[in-house]
């Protein structure tokens, strides 16, 4: 575990960064390669910029308002010092929702089916985003109790919540869980996107994920809990239900077109 990587005319290049751009670059590389052919190629190309400063202000807000606010509630103005840490992947995914509904309807294209496209794509980047959150030693899982788990090495955030005991290795599970989630979105895009309704795969790559999020937090160790449950399991639980009831609308929906031999939708 490296939290820094090298040093480049006396600036630190940190292993996150890296791995948190090379995260984009794959994701960006999985969304071309599977809106090629389509209106949607071009506009990816143009999103790209926009996409990724929306998902960074939504991760800043969703962490210091859903996790840790009564720390930021002390001293304001650390909101603003992003420089030094602090985002949160549920927020950077409703940023970057909340981006492509404005980018969609300013360009009078479908956001359901544009997001359909680009859902295994912002799943691998989150899988390969936890590996730089290792590494950093942040998203860190809880004690185990027991002589096994992962021993963070001084300097990191988890060293200074736990010091030496062993801890679970929620955020390498994590990483593991959204590559699966992503085979699974790819290949459902890939090989039967036609076969559902708009809005389905981005609801079901939201439902997967947040299943897996709810979860794991029983493991992590890093965020105050509130009735028993972390701030990340409570938006968990509100976006399953919510989304859960979207994906049964959206498949009634369908089957009621194709009775009707609808087409259009």
């Known amino acids: 575990m490296h939290k820094d990587l090298f040093n480049l005319f006396g600036y630190v290049v940190q292993t996150h960064a890296v791995i948190s751009v090379l995260a984009i670059l794959l994701g960006y590389g999985v969304g071309l390669a ?3 052919k389509t209106i949607y190629y071009q506009h990816l ?5 926009y996409g990724v400063f929306g998902a960074i ?3 800043r807000i969703w962490h210091v308002f859903v996790f840790q606010w009564p720390t930021y509630s002390q001293d304001p103005i650390q909101i603003f010092e992003i420089w030094k840490g602090g985002i949160s992947i549920e927020g950077a995914i409703a940023g970057g929702i909340v981006t492509l509904i404005i980018y969609s309807r300013i360009h009078k294209i479908s956001f359901m089916e544009f ?3 680009l859902s295994p794509a912002m799943i691998l980047a989150q899988g390969i985003g936890r590996i730089a959150c290792f590494m950093n030693g942040d998203a860190f899982g809880s004690p185990t109790g027991g002589k096994f788990g992962i021993v963070y090495p001084e300097g990191t955030d988890a060293y200074n919540y736990y010091g030496s005991q062993p801890l679970w290795p929620a955020e390498v599970w994590e ?3 959204n590559i ?3 085979c699974i ?4 895009q890939a090989f039967a996107g036609h076969r559902f309704a708009k809005g389905w795969i981005v609801s079901f790559y939201v439902f997967l994920y947040f299943v897996e999020r709810f979860i794991l937090e ?3 160790g890093d965020a105050p809990r509130f009735y028993h449950f972390t701030g990340g399991q409570w938006s968990a639980i509100a976006i399953i239900i919510i989304d859960f009831g979207f994906m049964i609308y959206l498949a009634i929906r369908d089957a009621k077109h194709k009775q009707k031999g609808d087409t259009t939708f």
Request: no cysteine.
């Open 180 to 182: 699966i989630i992503f």
């Open 115 to 117: 997001a359909d496209y």
């Open 185 to 188: 979105l790819f290949m459902i």
């Open 45 to 49: 190309q143009n999103f790209l910029i």
């Open 175 to 177: 990483s593991q869980g």
């Open 218 to 220: 029983f493991f992590r």
């Open 57 to 59: 202000i939504g991760a």
């Open 34 to 36: 599977l809106t090629k």
